[in-house]
């Protein structure tokens, strides 16, 4: 038999196992080529001039290689070791191991770089599709037109080729070092099957579960004033990071062994077949892939936790325009406002002009914050811009009275302050006493104004008291009078925009359009989380073939078990709803452990992000979680034609 013959029968013969790889295979090559014609596009760049887009795809193509090495060479890991008897007899018969090397780098070759093919063709047929979604995230409105690039041919070749030449290495180390008897041995792996638990491990399971949740403790307090400083905040995430990095090591090592044997302990030894191809097999499997499920939840959360936050900045971008500009255009100056309303007249478009005349007060605020604000103010007040309730509609306060407005967002959890009780004006001859109504999340001002700090409506003749009480080292003098124009009719603001740009420089600091300010929170989050968005679904394919992978190798050692069961009469349906919630356990655990170290690494710092948690985070939860539970499917599937061919 010629050599030729034996590699195309191996290849026809290992077809079925290899689907699954090959797929992976061709969808990284597509992702990673398309990633890389977006970064030559010139479209990226020219689109109004406006998408900057290149080197930071170029960044993420970076880290998509590292993804998809990663699990290219972790898969070539399984599959050599699945082909060990193959391996050995080849050996057997006579065939040296250099020989057999060239017999699987041909079989490689023709696999791999035909894979490789197929991707490029793939990922150039949907680079004008990913590019349109891209223009339609950030709101460019640019044709996408199909463009194939040399360049990007030439790196995906030169990066898959290094990939390719690792994954030959690999292989090459493992012929050389095996024995023939080693080679017949390699798919045994022992498990750990004693009924006994020792102390050891369940002190491990209790470490891992207290690490999980002191982190997400830690997380919950980070921004509410318990760290203050750039040097406490950054220990706290360190330690927050390596709790629940370890937490989760010893939760798969121990944690989850403890857990499923007192289940079993309650059932006093009547086990259903269901839980004994479930529970029992978990038991012992986890903890020997406590490593790789570790990195894969670690990751998983990772990936969750920047999509949802990318997601949320940009879910949150016209109501976070709207909190910092609050009229649909504001002017810091006169001169500015008037250059751009005279433009609105000689296109004859109506205007409502809202004019205030902010005040800057220093406020004893010892009343209504809490001691770990106090702390961090110096002389326990801050400068909050002061405005009269005449120059703010549906605001009424009684001379004694004030109302903080624009207090939201991360200023509630920075600086925690009572909605109710007395506060001072401090002005240059004495103070004022008035007291705190009720807070505000609607803005008045623009963010300039006050620098995040709320804006305090009073009385009128409070606001009269106040100007004779000024002092001048805490005024403003850039930031005096504000200036906002509203466009009641909805069908000229556009026209509106049109007169703003033509009136206003593209670099001032102080003219702001609220469309404008959404419109770049829109291009600058949409394009975060459009590669956010690609490089968690490149890992999530990558860790969900891992995991399947995973299961055709145990699914294999447990073939002689599901012939004796079946021998014994249970059914297939039998095996396969035990080897349904043994599948639900594998890849259930790791995406809920996933998605709850997400959702505390999310909570902790969100309002940094938006205005918006719940819809965002929930909708990327639910895709992942969909996305994920495929491979389940297949995993079952799998077990399927094993268990049917197991008699």
């Known amino acids: 038999m010629s050599l030729n013959t034996i590699i195309l029968r191996n290849l026809k013969k290992n077809i079925q ?12 090559v597509a992702l990673y080529f398309s990633f890389v014609t977006l970064q030559y596009d010139p479209s990226m760049d020219e689109a109004k001039g406006s998408v900057k887009g290149a080197a930071a795809l170029g960044a993420a193509s970076v880290l998509l290689v590292a993804i998809v090495a990663v699990f290219l060479l972790y898969a ?44 490029i063709a793939a990922g150039f047929a949907v680079s004008r599709l990913i590019l349109m979604i891209l223009f339609r995230i950030i709101g460019v409105d640019e044709m996408a037109k199909l463009r194939f690039s040399s360049e990007a041919l030439v790196q995906t070749i ?57 982190g997400y403790y830690v997380s919950a307090e ?19 990071l390596a709790a629940v990095i370890i937490g989760t090591y010893l939760f798969y090592k121990g944690s989850v062994s403890v857990i499923f044997n007192a289940v079993r302990r309650s059932k006093q030894g009547y ?35 920047l999509l949802s936050l990318s997601y949320i900045s940009y879910y949150s971008a016209e109501a976070q325009a709207q909190r910092d500009v609050p009229n649909d255009f504001a002017f810091a100056n006169a ?66 009275e004030a109302i903080f407005m624009g207090y939201s967002g991360a200023m509630q959890n920075f600086m925690s302050l009572k909605s109710t009780g007395d506060f001072q004006f401090m002005g240059l001859h004495g103070s004022l006493q008035q007291k705190l109504v009720g807070t505000k999340e609607q803005s008045v001002l623009i963010y300039r104004y006050g620098q995040g700090i709320p804006t305090t409506i009073v009385d009128d003749s409070v606001y009269e008291k106040l100007l004779q009480n000024l002092d001048p080292a805490v005024q403003n003098t850039r930031y005096a009078d504000y200036y906002g124009v509203d466009i009641p009719d909805s069908s000229r603001k556009e026209e509106a925009r049109q007169a703003y740009a033509d009136t206003q420089p593209s670099s001032s600091q102080e003219s702001f359009s609220q469309h404008e300010l959404m419109m770049n929170g829109r291009l600058n989050m949409g394009l975060i989380m459009f590669i956010v968005g690609f490089l968690g679904l490149a890992f999530l394919i990558t860790s969900g073939c891992i995991l399947y992978f995973k299961q055709m190798d145990e699914s294999e050692e447990e073939k002689p078990n599901y012939t004796i069961l079946r021998k014994l009469g249970f059914t297939q349906g039998d095996l396969l709803r035990g080897i349904a919630y043994k599948q639900l356990f594998n ?33 990327v939860m639910v895709l992942y979680t969909a996305l994920y539970s495929v491979f389940g499917i297949l995993s079952v599937l799998y077990y399927k034609r094993v268990i049917k061919e197991s008699l």
């Open 76 to 119: 070539n890991t399984i599959f050599i070791k699945r082909r060990s008897k193959e391996i050995g007899l080849f050996q057997l018969i006579g065939l040296t191991k250099e020989r057999i090397f060239r017999i699987m780098t041909a079989e490689n070759l023709i696999l791999y770089f035909g894979s490789m093919i197929v991707g």
């Open 271 to 305: 086990l259903s077949i269901g839980e004994v191809l479930s529970i029992s097999s978990i038991m012992f499997r986890m903890k020997s892939n406590a490593l790789l499920l570790t990195v894969i939840t670690t990751v998983s959360a990772l990936a969750i936790g």
């Open 335 to 400: 001169e500015a406002k008037d250059r751009f309303i005279a433009e609105l007249d000689a296109r004859k478009v109506a205007y409502d002009v809202i004019r205030r005349v902010p005040i800057y007060m220093e406020i004893d605020v010892t009343g209504i914050a809490s001691s770990n604000v106090l702390d961090s103010l110096e002389g326990n007040t801050f400068i909050s811009p002061v405005l009269s309730e005449a120059m703010v509609e549906g605001v009424e306060v009684e001379p004694n």
């Open 587 to 619: 890849f259930g655990i790791p995406l809920i452990v996933g998605l709850s170290h997400g959702y505390f690494a999310v909570k902790s710092g969100w309002f940094l992000f938006g205005t918006e948690l719940t819809a965002p985070m929930l909708i």
């Open 17 to 28: 196992n290899y689907f699954l790889y090959v797929f992976a295979l061709i969808f990284s």
């Open 222 to 240: 980070l921004f509410k004033g318990r760290f203050m400083g750039m040097g406490e905040l950054m220990m706290a995430m360190i330690f927050i």
């Open 158 to 214: 030169i990066v898959f080729a290094a990939i390719y030449l690792l994954i030959m290495l690999m292989n090459y180390a493992f012929i050389r070092r095996q024995t023939i008897l080693s080679l017949f041995r390699a798919v045994s792996v022992a498990q750990q099957r004693t009924q006994k638990r020792s102390m050891l491990e369940f002190v491990f399971g209790l470490c891992g579960i207290v690490f999980i949740l002191v």
